[in-house]
């Protein structure tokens, strides 16, 4: 007896629509957000050997006026990116085929979370701007090692950056962020997905399938309305508190630094696990390492900030407790702060 199998939609104009706009709205945002100040910030950092003026540089002592400070230099530098986050991080659900995405990154394996953080390199963005996007593909059953490849490299393979750190603070500091990051990606994007809870992820094909073949019947408008709303109450209420009460704490976060900050442990340690839970803008790592060096301190815990500071932020970390189980979450910021304790001591040996 013959098998019958239902016919596979045409695909026309109708269909194809959809993810073209998703590029051509990525692509305008992020050459506007990221692509061009990024190239002309390139030829500062070269001519200068700076990017500019550390962000902790306002000596704040008191919590309120430390808070209300920090987080209005903060969220100047990183609106734009923060706005077009929260829009592509919408968009990924509403206009890219569900279908594709469980072809590229539905998978747990290498080959998916080599994907997810490629995925990323355009994207140049910091932890909490690459959380939303991030969300949003977790939302489309996007496996966990994928979704956080994504997450992860944003800021840590962020290849403009890598630039600046090369003309500020030299190539080696460059190759070894590179390496460590590589690391830090891939490493942490697999044994998180090793410990989550196994997804459903035949169930989740047989949806896409589903989702393909059928005809929406929705209007794009209120659906993407309607996600762009979810999508923003589950982040940025949290993300703008988490990163009041963090501005506050920075007074006691970042001691004074001076000479006695060597490349011993004791310095090490401390300084990997603030520079996980802290929050910063794109590159904003940079400044803070040359000036905390200038001043007296050594190079393990310097490359240990230059790891965890940009790879994740207690405001990020919170942002994504509804996409990834707290074990996960968990898993990547103790990986965090190890991978950048081995740096700083990598670092203290070869520059």
């Not at 890219?96 to 590229?104: E, N, V």
């Not at 500020?168 to 891939?186: E, K, P, Q, T």
Request: with cysteine.
């Amino acid at each position: 007896m013959p098998s019958i199998s239902p016919a596979t939609p045409a695909r026309g104009w109708s269909f194809w629509w959809k993810p073209l706009l998703f590029l051509l709205v990525a692509g305008i945002g992020l050459y506007y957000v990221k692509w061009s100040p990024y190239y002309f910030k390139a030829f500062v950092a070269a001519d200068n050997h700076s990017i500019g003026a550390s962000i902790l540089n306002d000596n704040q002592g008191e919590p309120i006026a430390a808070a209300l400070a920090y987080a209005q230099v903060y969220f100047l530098a990183i609106w734009k990116a923060a706005v077009l986050a929260v829009i592509l991080g919408s968009l990924i659900q509403v206009l890219i085929p569900r279908d594709w995405l469980l072809r590229l990154f539905g998978k747990a394996g290498l080959g998916s979370t080599l994907r997810g953080g490629l995925f990323a390199l355009p994207g140049m963005m910091c932890t909490c701007c690459a959380a939303p996007v991030a969300a949003g593909m977790r939302r489309q059953k996007v496996s966990v090692g994928a979704a956080l490849a994504f997450w992860i490299a944003n800021p840590v393979l962020n290849p403009a950056t890598l630039v600046f750190m090369g003309f500020v603070l030299g190539w080696g500091f460059s190759a070894l962020r590179l390496v460590a990051g590589l690391v830090l990606v891939i490493g942490v994007s697999l044994i998180a997905q090793r410990i989550s809870r196994p997804e459903s992820i035949p169930d989740a094909a047989l949806d896409a399938v589903s989702e393909a073949s059928a005809v929406d019947q929705q209007n794009f408008f209120s659906r993407w309305g309607r996600t762009l709303w979810q999508l923003f109450w589950n982040t940025i209420p949290v993300y703008l508190l988490a990163v009041l009460l963090l501005g506050a704490a920075r007074v006691w976060l970042f001691p004074h630094v001076d000479g006695a900050m060597s490349d011993s442990l004791v310095w090490l340690v401390p300084l990997a696990i603030v520079g996980t839970l802290f929050v910063i803008p794109t590159a904003a790592e940079i400044p803070i390492v040359q000036t905390m060096m200038a001043l007296g301190m050594g190079t393990a815990p310097a490359v240990a900030l230059l790891m965890t500071l940009p790879s994740v932020s207690l405001p990020s970390l919170l942002m994504l407790r509804k996409d990834f189980d707290t074990r996960v979450l968990v898993c990547v910021a103790l990986m965090t702060m190890l991978v950048g304790v081995l740096s700083g001591l990598v670092g203290m040996w070869l520059l």
